[in-house]
């Protein structure tokens, strides 16, 4: 099971650090990402991160501003949102799948474990 937390309503230029924590088995073998979604659109893949944490990818929208980062001991994966702007908008999940080896897929179809989401708002 995937958990998220850490979203809210940020002002413009702001800061958020969304959480995915997995309960029930370690992360360690799983490749996870962050997809977002608003109400009429595809759920977009928005980064992703290798079970070694050494690959990432990250969509062209959010680079430079997004880090992903992941902390298996802890098995949990971060996503740190700098220089929020208002097309940030949108419900954040974190998905993962078991993989082994380099990952460097953000769709969506590739990913069999999801989390209920978190809503992030960026709005003056």
């Known amino acids: 099971q995937l958990v998220e937390s850490g979203g809210g309503l940020v002002h413009p230029g702001g800061s958020l650090r969304l959480t995915c924590t997995a309960s029930g088995r370690p992360v360690d073998y799983y490749a996870v990402a962050w997809f977002r979604q608003v109400p009429g659109k595809e759920r977009e893949g928005v980064v992703c991160i290798s079970t070694s944490g050494t690959e990432l990818r990250y969509a062209d929208s959010v680079k430079g501003r997004f880090t992903i980062s992941r902390d298996n001991a802890k098995s949990t994966v971060y996503l740190q949102m700098n220089s929020l702007e208002p097309e940030d908008t949108a419900v954040y999940y974190c998905?993962?799948?078991?993989?082994?080896?380099?990952?460097?897929?953000?769709?969506?179809?590739?990913?069999?474990?999801w989390g209920q989401g978190t809503q992030v708002t960026v709005s003056s």
């Open positions: 998905a993962a799948v078991s993989a082994v080896g380099p990952w460097s897929s953000i769709s969506p179809d590739e990913f069999d474990h």
